[in-house]
């Protein structure tokens, strides 16, 4: 009887192991040399496109759960617009990149609606939405956004990410340069490569 009781206890610690396996998360971790990240706001009255290029992006995300955990952060020193008395005007007036607090957007994942099992099933998936929140000028605000992946070769997955933002609810005065203001909803993009690296 007590070989029993001690088979059904191995079966048991089998069975809770087996399922805590299955039930982790898929870590994968983007490539920063193979990312870029790009911003787009309209001037006006001009209509003129103010586009900010030269960033990227690290971090992990684990997906496969049900609460998905991520965090992804970008240099805001990075960016450069084509402009260098406006990149000034940018970095220092308006986002205020003296403040070492200031020098990250942080991006924190908190739902992804991607299948576990995107990896092994899923070659390519188009307007996955997710969910977080955005850290940016020491301001901390809800965000959403589609994501678009495809697999490459391997463990490896190409992809791009959008998603848009309002300068005033992050506390960032409306920017205006050379008699152009620009508008207070600026698109964010985020081209990447990511590697599953944890199954």
């Known amino acids: 009887m007590a070989r029993m009781i001690n088979i059904f206890k191995i079966v048991v610690i089998v069975e809770i192991l087996f399922g805590f396996a299955i039930a982790q998360a898929n870590l994968i971790e983007l490539n920063q040399q193979k ?3 790009e911003f787009l706001a309209i001037g006006r009255p001009s209509a003129i496109k103010i586009r900010g290029e030269g960033g990227s992006a690290k971090g992990t995300i684990n997906i496969g759960t049900e609460k998905t955990i991520g965090e992804i952060q ?12 406006r990149d000034e005007h940018m970095k220092t007036k308006y986002l205020e990149l003296g403040k ?11 739902n992804v609606k991607l299948p576990k099992d995107y990896w092994t099933t899923k070659p390519e998936m188009s307007d996955v939405k997710f969910y977080g929140t955005l850290r940016l000028h020491g301001v901390e605000k809800n965000v959403e956004g589609n994501l678009n992946l495809k697999k490459a070769e391997g463990n ?3 992809g791009n990410s959008k998603f848009t933002i309002k300068l005033p609810d992050y506390g960032i005065t409306i920017p ?11 698109d964010v993009t985020v081209n990447f490569e990511a590697k599953l690296i944890e199954k």
Request: no cysteine; net charge neutral; aromatic share 4%.
């Open 35 to 37: 990312s870029k990240v």
């Open 74 to 85: 970008v240099n805001l020193d990075d960016f450069k617009t084509g402009m260098s008395k």
């Open 100 to 110: 070492a607090e200031n020098k990250t957007a942080t991006l924190k994942i908190s």
């Open 156 to 158: 490896v997955a190409q």
């Open 176 to 186: 205006s340069f050379a008699g152009i203001t620009v508008a207070e909803d600026v």
